[in-house]
């Protein structure tokens, strides 16, 4: 019998078992997936949001400027990449000007500090590479960007290093309610539980069903995004908005924490929660609004695309609600709801606590995530003690990279455990450069079968069917 059951291992599941970890509680986190960050967490536009776009008074509002005033910090006690590189809102005529100082006017109500109204003047000095059509801007100096898989496999590695529990390959088919608490069910598996967030993203409206709640429904908002090589990433140091419209911020152009330059998403609601096909009309919207935003954008430095899908939910707001006793839906998490996740974690702390669960401090409980990136930040001199002691890290395997043995192994080794190439992917930048795998991913997958203790051929992209060899090249021949 678990304390608490957390269903859904995107941002917002691994920040609240993260939170909760702090206190003796048994807890485990239930995936569909065969990985942590599968769903909207690993395709999106990676930006920690200062806070001055959603309505004033809502949760979305409060809990933007909470989780992003929290961000930095959580990023520090986990090793994970954060920069503070603010944002521009730009506008290209009087009536975006009218719209950005309705946003100014709307983030000091939300409590965001810091924002300003620029010229064309002083905006062109920040950033001389933004399109001469553009006549103002918001400034938001708060503003961040994070790595959201990143983030992710270390809130959950912390969580479990605390003590929590992972369960991949569990798709929720039941929720049984009994005198003492929620079974969770499956097709192999069962979980009992005391008390229940559903942190199911996409799927959050019919987790909800699943135990009796149909207040609400999610719709998949499809965003496509292009990202370019590391030699772009100094075009812009902001990231640069277009001024909002109901469908969203628009397309962006913005740097990454790892050094690229990401253009996207579009922003089309649908229908399919798994239809994440690329389209040449997203491509050409990507292409032509930041085009309009700034000068130079080299678009043939593309390395390479991709389509996240939002939980849109269906009343405006964060979905945080206790439709019955024990249990806790935070869905409708769209954006803000990376920049949010640590806020919203305490607020369903808070909640738990008042539906009864004891929260007692652990004696030993430790905030801190070892550093996945050691090897590499490392000086010349302590690169060659880490080889010393283990020569894994001596052998190069992704080039692009410059991604070692070591730190390969380390990814398959430390909680949460990768166990297949996209899951070393998010966890090394393995596969990331522009080779995009076509070198390393051969001997990365030996690294896989040998540590796993399967054949070569066994080893998946993502996990289920996703084989990518059937043998090698000459024995098959």
Same mark, same amino acid.
């Given at each position: 019998m678990y304390d608490v059951a957390i269903i859904g291992a995107g941002v917002v599941g691994g920040m609240v078992a993260r939170t909760l970890s702090r206190y003796n509680l048994k807890i485990c986190i239930i995936e569909k997936e065969n990985d942590v960050a599968m769903g909207a967490t690993k395709a999106n536009s990676a930006i920690v949001h200062a806070g001055f776009d959603a309505k004033e008074g809502s949760l979305k509002a409060r809990l933007n400027v909470e989780g992003s005033n929290l961000m930095e910090q959580v990023c520090r006690e986990l090793n994970v990449k954060y920069k503070n590189n603010g944002s521009l809102v730009v506008g290209f005529n009087d009536e975006d000007k009218a719209t950005l100082f309705d946003l100014l006017k709307r983030g000091n109500a939300n409590g965001v500090k810091g924002l300003k109204l620029l010229e064309k003047d002083e905006l062109k000095a920040l950033e001389p590479n933004l399109s001469d059509s553009i006549t103002c801007a918001l400034h938001a100096p708060t503003g =961040?960007? +994070?790595? %959201?898989y990143e983030l992710t496999v270390a809130a959950i590695g912390n969580a479990m290093d605390n003590g929590a529990e992972? !369960?991949? $390959?569990?798709? +929720?088919? $039941?929720i049984?309610?009994?005198a003492d608490c929620y079974e969770i069910l499956s097709a192999e598996k069962a979980v009992k539980a005391k008390f229940v967030v559903n942190c199911a993203g996409l799927y959050s409206d019919e987790i909800a069903k699943r135990a009796g709640d149909d207040t609400f429904s999610v719709t998949p908002r499809r965003g496509e995004y292009i990202l370019l090589d590391k030699e772009c990433g100094n !075009? +812009?140091?902001h990231t640069i908005f277009r001024t909002p419209s109901k469908m969203g911020k628009g397309i962006l152009v913005s740097p990454t924490v790892d050094g690229n330059l990401l253009l996207g998403p579009t922003s089309v609601n649908i229908l399919d929660k798994e239809d994440k096909d690329l389209t040449n009309e997203g491509f050409a919207k990507i292409i032509e609004s930041a085009k309009e935003t700034v000068k130079g954008v080299p678009f043939n430095k593309a390395i390479t695309s991709f389509c996240g899908l939002r939980a849109v939910g269906s009343t405006g707001d964060f979905i945080i609600t206790s439709p019955s006793a024990g249990f806790i839906n935070a869905a409708g998490i769209e954006s803000p709801g990376l920049s949010a996740s640590p806020a919203i974690a305490l607020y369903i702390k808070d909640m738990l606590s008042v539906l009864g669960l004891t929260l007692k401090e *652990? =004696?030993?409980?430790n905030p801190v995530? %070892?550093?996945t990136h050691a090897f590499r930040e490392a000086t010349i001199e302590e690169k060659n003690e880490m080889i010393? &002691?283990? %020569? =894994?890290?001596g052998k190069i395997v992704c080039r692009c990279e410059g991604v070692t043995e070591g730190e390969i192994l380390d990814a398959l080794r430390m909680n949460p455990k990768a166990r297949d190439l996209d899951g070393v992917k998010r966890r090394t930048r393995a596969q990331m450069g522009r080779c995009q795998g076509g070198f390393c991913s051969p001997y990365i997958t030996e690294l896989i079968a040998k540590e796993q203790g399967i054949a070569f051929? &066994? +080893?998946? *992209?993502f996990g289920g069917n996703s084989f990518i060899n059937i043998g090698k090249t000459k024995e098959v021949l």
């Open positions: =961040a960007i +994070v790595c %959201p992972l !369960l991949c $390959g569990f798709e +929720v088919s $039941g049984k309610r009994t !075009l +812009v140091s *652990k =004696a030993d409980y995530r %070892p550093s010393k &002691k283990n %020569p =894994a890290y051929e &066994k +080893v998946t *992209k």
